[in-house]
C-alpha cells in the first residue's frame, strides 16, 4: 500500500491511496457501515472507501460465520476498499469489550479487511494527566503487538494521548516511526459533539506535526461536513462517520454551514434530489423509517459535496478561504481559526508559495495566514536603502496607479546623522502600505500574491494595529522615512515630534523645491526590479548573482511587463506573467547554483537518478538523499548529485519534509536537464 500527494494548499493535500482493493482520491469520507444493517447504498453517492466494525461482526455469531466465509466485502456488499475498526469505540462507550488486542487483528486477517485496527484506548478530552498516560502506554503496547501479528494486513495506529498536546505528540511520534499505514486520530468525538472546536486544533496539530507526512491521516468519528475544511487544511486526510445516519435517527439535516430540525424547516436546504423531490412536510408526514433513509441520503449528499469542493479548493488554491467560510458558521469554529494562529509558522512550512488563486481577506483572522508571515520575512532579504518613502494604497500593481492627492508629507528620523534634508530623496526605498501584506516594496509589486489579493476598502482595527506594529519594526532598518498623510490616516498613526511636514513648509524653508520629487510619475527601474524579484523569491544577493553584468529586458508587446532576461543572447531566467516569478532558465540554473551554498535550493538526488535526472524526467521522492530544508512546494528549484553537480532544475511538488519523508510520487517535476 502506498500514498502519493497529486495536490497541495494550506497544510492539506490530494492524494492517492493504492489499497489491496484499488486506488482512492483523498481528502475522503468513509460512511460508516453497518454491518447486517445497511439499506443505503453509499457507492451512489460517491463513496470509494468505507468503514465497518470488526467487532459487531465477531460478537454476532450469525455475522461472525458469515464474514468468516464470505469475507467482509461480500458481507457488506461493498468491492473497493474496507477499513475496518476494532472495537475500541464500544469499549469507550461500554467501558469492557470481550475480545483481546491480537484476537482481533487475527479476525481482521481472516475477513479480508484492507485496513484494520489494533484495540486502542479512547481517552477522552480533559482526564487526569495520570489516566491519559497509563492509557496511553496501553495503546502504543497494543500497537507495537498488532504490528508484529499482522501478517499483510495493512494497519492503522491510533494516535491518542486526550487533550495532552505533549501525549499527542510522543504518541505521534513513537507509533509515526513504526511503519503503520494509516494513522487516525482518536477520542475527538466528544470534543466535536461539545464544539470544542479549539481543542480540536490543538490535538490535531500536535499530532499532525509528529506524523509522518508520507502516509493519510484519519479524523476518526468526524462526519459534520462543517469540519472538514478546517479538518484538511490542518492535513487529515480520511473522514469516517456514523453521523449521516445518527443525525437522520434524530430528523436532523447537515449542511456545511450548520445543521438543520426538520420540525424547523419550512423549506428544504439544498439541493440534491431528497431537497428537490420533498417538502418537510413530505418528510414529516412519512414513517420514520422512509424518512431516515431520505434524510440520510441528504447528508450523505451533501457530505460528498463537501469533500468534492474541498478538493476543488485545493486545486485552485483557496482552501484557506474555504476554511475562513466555514469557520464563521458557528462561533466555536471562529475560537478554532483563531486558535490556528498559533501554527502561522508550520502551516508555512507546507503551504505552497505560490497559487492559481487571488488571496482574499475574509477578516482579521486573515491577518494569521501563512502567506503574510513570508512575506514580512521576505522582505527584509531586499536590498537595503538609507530612506523609506511609503505611499498609500491605490489600484494594483500598486506601481502603475499612484494616486494623484498625495497632499501632505511627513517625515520621520529613526537612525543616523542628523536629517540631511538634501539628500532624503536620495538611496530611496518606496513602498505602498495596504492591508493585509503592510508593506509592498514597488519593485516586487506585481510578484504572487502582491498583485494577487483582495481586501476590504473600510479598514478594520486588527489590521490597523497589524500594519502599525509590522510597520515599526520595518522602519527602524532606515535613516529617514517619509510618510503620506492618507497613511496616517488609514492607520491611525499619530504624529510625534520626530515627525515633521514635508509637504509644504519644509520643502520651502530647505529650498527643497529644487528636488524634483513627483510621487504620480515613479518610473521603477527595470534593473532594480529583476534584481529585487530575484531576492525576494530565492534569496539575499540571488538578484546579483543571475544578472551580474549587461542584461538585456526583453518586454511583452502587448503588456508592457518584464518577459525575459538576457545575458550576450543566453536566456538567464523568464518572468511568468500571471505571478512575476522567475522561471529559471539553464544559465540561470548555473548561476543560483554557483552562488548558493550546498544544499540551498537543492534537491540531492542519489546516483541511480542521476542519469534520469541529467535526461529531464521528473525526480521521484525515493530518489532524493538530501534537500534544503526551506523547500516549499511550487518553488523553482535545483537538482543535484551527491558531489554536487548540477543535473536539472524543475518546480518542486512537495515541501522539503515531503520531499525526505515519502517513498512514492514525484518529488520535482523537471523543467529541463542536461546541464
Ligand atoms: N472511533 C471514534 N474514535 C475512535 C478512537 O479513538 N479509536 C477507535 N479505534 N475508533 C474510534
Ligand atoms: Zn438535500
Not at 484495540?119 to 477522552?124: A, H, Q, S
Not at 512550512?349 to 513570508?374: H, V, W
Not at 492627492?405 to 543616523?416: A, C, E, N, R, V
Amino acid at each position: 500500500m502506498n500514498f502519493e500527494i497529486k495536490n497541495k494548499d494550506v497544510m492539506g493535500r490530494i492524494g492517492i491511496l493504492t489499497t489491496p482493493h484499488g486506488k482512492i482520491r483523498t481528502p475522503a469520507l468513509m460512511p460508516v457501515i453497518h454491518p447486517g444493517k445497511q439499506t443505503i447504498d453509499v457507492k451512489k453517492f460517491g463513496a470509494e472507501i468505507v468503514i465497518t466494525n470488526a467487532y459487531i461482526m465477531y460478537k454476532n455469531k450469525e455475522l461472525r460465520s458469515k464474514v468468516l466465509e464470505e469475507g467482509v466485502h461480500k458481507l457488506i456488499n461493498f468491492t473497493g476498499p474496507i477499513v475496518t475498526d476494532s472495537g475500541s469505540f464500544q469499549l469507550s462507550e461500554y467501558g469492557d469489550i470481550d475480545v483481546n488486542n491480537q484476537e482481533i487483528i487475527e479476525f481482521q486477517k481472516l475477513i479480508g479487511t484492507d485496513i484494520g485496527t489494533s484495540l486502542d484506548i479512547p481517552t477522552p478530552p480533559f482526564v487526569k494527566r495520570e489516566r491519559a498516560e497509563k492509557e496511553l502506554e496501553i495503546t502504543i503496547e497494543r500497537a507495537i503487538e498488532a504490528f508484529k501479528v499482522r501478517g499483510n494486513l495493512m494497519l492503522n495506529s491510533v494516535v491518542q494521548g486526550s487533550t495532552f498536546t505533549d501525549l499527542r505528540s510522543y504518541c505521534a511520534e513513537t507509533i509515526g516511526a513504526m511503519g503503520f499505514d494509516i494513522y487516525p486520530i482518536g477520542a475527538v468525538v466528544p470534543l466535536m459533539e461539545s464544539y470544542r472546536y479549539s481543542e480540536l486544533v490543538d490535538v490535531v496539530m500536535a499530532s499532525v506535526k509528529n506524523l509522518p507526512d508520507s502516509k493519510p491521516r484519519h479524523l476518526m468519528g468526524a462526519g459534520h461536513p462543517m469540519v472538514f475544511a478546517l479538518a484538511v487544511s490542518m492535513g487529515c486526510d480520511l473522514f469516517d462517520s456514523a453521523a449521516y445516519i445518527l443525525y437522520a435517527q434524530d430528523d436532523r439535516l447537515m449542511m456545511p454551514t450548520g445543521t438543520f430540525k426538520l420540525a424547523n424547516l419550512v423549506e428544504m436546504p439544498c439541493s440534491c434530489p431528497v431537497c428537490i423531490n420533498y417538502t418537510p412536510d413530505d418528510l414529516r408526514n412519512m414513517n420514520k423509517d422512509d424518512r431516515m433513509k431520505l434524510i440520510a441520503e441528504h447528508n450523505l449528499h451533501v457530505s460528498f459535496a463537501e469533500i468534492r469542493k474541498i478538493k476543488q479548493s485545493i486545486v485552485d488554491g483557496n482552501l484557506m478561504e474555504l476554511v475562513e467560510q466555514r469557520c464563521r458558521v458557528h462561533p466555536y469554529l471562529l475560537d478554532a481559526l483563531r486558535n490556528l494562529k498559533k501554527y502561522t509558522l508550520l502551516i508555512d512550512e507546507y503551504d505552497p508559495s505560490n497559487k492559481n488563486s487571488a488571496f482574499f481577506y475574509s477578516g482579521s483572522e486573515s491577518l494569521a495566514r501563512a502567506e503574510i508571515q513570508r512575506h514580512l520575512t521576505r522582505i527584509s532579504r531586499l536590498p537595503q536603502k538609507k530612506n523609506l518613502l511609503l505611499l498609500p494604497r491605490g489600484r494594483k500593481p500598486y506601481s502603475k496607479h499612484i494616486r494623484n492627492d498625495l497632499d501632505k508629507f511627513y517625515y520621520k528620523h529613526i537612525k543616523g546623522d542628523s536629517i540631511d534634508l538634501n539628500n532624503i530623496f536620495n538611496d530611496l526605498q518606496i513602498a505602498v502600505v495596504d492591508v493585509p501584506f503592510v508593506i509592498i516594496p514597488l519593485e516586487i509589486d506585481e510578484v504572487y500574491p502582491l498583485a494577487q489579493n483582495e481586501a476590504p476598502i473600510i479598514t478594520d482595527e486588527d489590521s490597523k494595529k497589524f500594519v502599525k506594529e509590522e510597520l515599526e519594526k520595518y522602519m527602524a532598518y532606515f535613516d529617514n522615512v517619509i510618510i503620506n498623510s492618507k497613511i496616517l490616516d488609514r492607520f491611525d498613526m499619530y504624529i510625534n515630534e520626530t515627525v515633521k511636514d514635508l509637504s509644504e513648509n519644509i520643502i520651502k524653508s530647505y529650498n527643497l523645491d529644487e528636488y524634483v520629487f513627483d510621487p504620480f510619475r515613479i518610473d521603477i527601474d527595470d534593473r532594480e526590479k529583476i534584481n529585487y524579484i530575484a531576492d525576494y523569491q530565492f534569496g539575499a544577493g540571488a538578484g546579483k548573482a543571475l544578472f551580474p553584468g549587461n542584461v538585456k529586458i526583453v518586454k511583452s508587446r502587448k503588456t508592457g511587463k518584464i518577459r525575459h532576461v538576457y545575458e550576450d543572447n543566453m536566456l538567464i531566467a523568464t518572468l511568468r506573467a500571471t505571478d512575476s516569478v522567475f522561471v529559471p532558465d539553464k544559465e540561470g540554473a548555473i548561476r543560483l547554483h554557483t552562488y548558493f551554498d550546498y544544499p540551498e535550493k537543492r534537491v540531492v538526488v542519489n546516483s541511480d537518478a542521476d542519469p534520469f535526472a541529467r535526461e529531464g524526467k521528473s525526480i521521484f521522492a525515493k530518489f532524493v538523499i538530501e534537500c534544503d530544508s526551506n523547500i516549499r512546494s511550487n518553488d523553482e528549484v535545483l537538482i543535484v548529485n551527491e558531489k554536487d553537480e548540477l543535473l536539472a532544475f524543475g518546480k518542486s511538488i512537495l515541501c522539503s519534509h515531503e520531499i525526505m519523508d515519502f517513498n512514492t510520487g514525484q518529488a520535482v517535476k523537471t523543467r529541463k536537464g542536461g546541464i
